[in-house]
């Protein structure tokens, strides 16, 4: 699909995604499906809406829909699909072969995560949510023909995302623990007074059996945090 960074506005913020280790894998898992194609850019643009239209779509991105839906490109002289930011905003280059469902979907998918610079552009969590897009959207069916190449081209898929208090879907936190580990991260959770909890600390590790992680706060003091109480984890931002 594409041999191109999808998210080039992230190495002119002057950051750095992890490395992109499943990149041509994730590519291969896909390559082989059907195509489900769409006549032209005007029914790729009016696909990608109803697909943020959606409650599907507002319950995991609130803070992206239809006024800032990409607009999309023709790709003249392109021979990639690609998504990209620019002085106009969010963009969808879709040269003329790749004028997809399937194409469409993996596009919305790196719009949003755009911000997700600190995971990596078709890591674990693309994975997960491009295998849950094409659920939604395209049928369970296509899903398990996806999740059945994933496991062929050994494609590492993210856990499932997790509901915060307010009803939103949370994607990532299982591969922030995995790339944050020893790091500063902040995990947001619930206890018994309140489901809006915050924990700032660095990272240790997952307790034997995966049912608790370990933080280190200021002075060496580690806290237990119950995984199933765990709804997002991101990485601490420096002061």
């Given at each position: 699909m594409?041999?191109?960074?999808?998210?080039?506005?992230?190495?002119?913020?002057?950051?750095?995604?992890?490395?992109?280790?499943?990149?041509r894998r994730l590519y291969l898992a896909e390559t082989p499906l059907p195509s489900s194609p769409l006549p032209g850019l005007d029914a790729c643009a009016a696909y990608a809406d109803r697909v943020v239209g959606t409650l599907w779509w507002e319950a995991r991105f609130p803070h992206i829909g239809l006024a800032e839906v990409?607009?999309?490109?023709?790709?003249?002289?392109?021979?990639?699909?690609?998504?990209?930011?620019?002085?106009?905003?969010?963009?969808?280059?879709?040269?003329?072969?790749?004028?997809t469902k399937g194409v469409v979907l993996h596009e919305l998918v790196h719009w949003a995560m755009a911000d997700d610079g600190d995971l990596p552009?078709?890591?674990?969590?693309?994975?997960?949510?491009?295998?849950?897009?094409?659920?939604?959207?395209?049928?369970?069916?296509?899903?398990?023909?996806l999740l059945e190449s994933y496991r062929e081209h050994r494609v590492h898929i993210g856990r499932p995302p997790l509901l915060g208090p307010s009803g939103q879907l949370h994607y990532g936190w299982d591969e922030?623990?995995?790339?944050?580990?020893?790091?500063?991260?902040?995990?947001?959770?619930s206890?018994?007074?309140?489901?809006?909890?915050?924990?700032?600390?660095?990272?240790?590790?997952?307790?034997?059996?995966?049912?608790?992680?370990?933080?280190?706060?200021?002075?060496?003091?580690?806290?237990?945090?119950?995984t199933d109480t765990i709804w997002d984890v991101r990485p601490s931002q420096p002061a």
């Open positions: 594409n041999d191109r960074p999808d998210t080039d506005d992230h190495a002119a913020r002057g950051e750095r995604r992890p490395r992109d280790a499943q990149r990409p607009r999309f490109r023709p790709g003249h002289g392109a021979r990639q699909a690609f998504f990209s930011i620019d002085d106009r905003g969010p963009a969808i280059t879709l040269p003329r072969r790749y004028r552009a078709h890591g674990r969590t693309f994975a997960r949510l491009l295998l849950d897009a094409t659920s939604e959207f395209l049928g369970t069916e296509r899903a398990r023909a922030r623990l995995r790339l944050h580990r020893r790091r500063p991260v902040v995990i947001r959770h206890t018994d007074r309140t489901p809006h909890a915050t924990t700032a600390g660095t990272f240790v590790g997952y307790e034997r059996g995966n049912k608790a992680i370990r933080v280190e706060l200021e002075g060496d003091e580690q806290v237990r945090i119950p």
